[in-house]
């Protein structure tokens, strides 16, 4: 099976700061990528998707995604200690909907 | 519109014992895939069914079997349990044609002692 690697954490900013999770995978057919976000004892929640080389802006958030590196990231403007939460990268692979890393936990300071 | 919603919310279950669980679609949804998340890691593929067949599978046994229903819902069936079966079960919905774009249903915490 094809691999998701992210580290693990746990990333500590201040409130206010920027926060950078980033996400590397092994499968270079893959098209789509996909961040999760998920709070202790709660299941994953969708917050950003990205299909094609470059960034993609939503709010707070930010995409990015580099095909030729196999790698893609998000970046949180503006933290808030709500943003709190452990962080998914997940990736279509073959004959799995869903390769996900293992999540990264952010921890915005007040 | 109608999320994702599965059942129970919590199960308590020891070794040998079987175990089924359901969940409901989101509304407009045709595709239902079961994730096991054990503590600290990302949530591990199942399987996955649309029209009410298996259609992909992860590196799970036989131990684990599910079905859906002509009303897309979906149920998960683990038998033999033992204490590794202990995790949180996530069940996703999706489009069939837009596979990965899943979205989770909030789970449920089996324990096995």
């Known amino acids: 099976q094809k691999e998701v690697e992210q580290n693990s954490g746990p990333l500590s900013v201040p409130e206010g700061a920027i926060a950078s999770l980033n996400c590397t995978y092994s499968?270079?057919?893959?098209?789509?990528f996909f961040w999760y976000r998920q709070y202790s004892g709660k299941s994953p929640e969708l917050i950003m998707s990205i299909y094609s080389n470059g960034d993609k802006e939503d709010g707070r958030f930010t995409a990015q995604l580099n095909k030729a590196s196999q790698y893609v990231s998000l970046l949180i403007r503006d933290s808030q200690p709500s943003d709190s939460a452990t962080y998914l990268c997940?990736?279509?692979?073959?004959?799995?909907?869903?390769?996900f890393g293992k999540g990264t936990r952010l921890s915005v300071i007040a | 519109d109608a999320g994702v919603t599965q059942s129970p919310t919590h199960l308590i279950k020891t070794r040998g014992q079987q175990v089924t669980l359901r969940c409901s679609p989101k509304s407009g949804h045709d595709t239902v895939s079961w994730y096991q998340q054990a503590l600290g890691q990302g949530p591990q593929f199942i399987f996955q069914y649309y029209e009410e067949e298996e259609r992909q599978r992860g590196n799970f046994p036989d131990r684990f079997s599910g079905h859906q229903f002509p009303n897309y819902s979906s149920e998960l069936n683990v038998n033999a349990l033992l204490l590794g079966d202990s995790a949180l079960y996530l069940c996703a919905s999706s489009l069939f044609h837009r596979y990965y774009e899943q979205y989770f249903g909030p789970g449920t915490r089996l324990t096995v002692t």
């Open positions: 997940a990736v279509p692979s073959g004959n799995t909907p869903l390769v």
């Open positions: 499968d270079r057919g893959s098209q789509s």
